[in-house]
Nanobody, 115 residues
Framework: VQLQASGGGLVQAGGSLRLSCAAS????????MAWYRQAPGKQRELVAS???????NYANSVKGRFTISRDNAKNTMYLQMNSLKPEDTAVYYC??????????WGQGTQVTVSS
């Protein structure tokens, strides 16, 4: 299984970015997909997750600004990020959890928000 994350970049505060994560390979049934982020010197943290049935969960710091979604036909997950703040600067990683409880990570994509 491979996860390919894309869509990161440099944006000014208040701007928007859309991250994508495409899953390929013998995935099987997916229990959940999620976005994590890790800023320099900080621990990796959960940003948002989406479960079967499109149940979603967000970190308090991004609620109302970020939206996670999935295209099941394409095995692709998205993170629409609006009203970006400098504190959103981090490497964003996508994660996939199968029903068999195997977990996979993408390679990360850098998001930099300038003030």
């Amino acid at each position: 299984v491979q996860l390919q994350a894309s869509g990161g970049g440099l944006v000014q505060a208040g701007g928007s970015l859309r991250l994508s994560c495409a899953a390929s390979g013998s995935i099987g049934a997916i229990r959940a997909m999620a976005w994590y982020r890790q800023a320099p010197g900080k621990q990796r943290e959960l940003v948002a997750s989406i479960y079967r049935g499109d149940l979603t969960n967000y970190a308090n710091s991004v609620k109302g600004r970020f939206t996670i979604s999935r295209d099941n036909a394409k095995n692709t997950m998205y993170l629409q990020m609006n009203s970006l703040k400098p504190e959103d600067t981090a490497v964003y990683y996508c994660n996939l959890l199968t029903e068999s409880l195997f977990t996979y990570w993408g390679q990360g994509t850098q998001v930099t928000v300038s003030s």
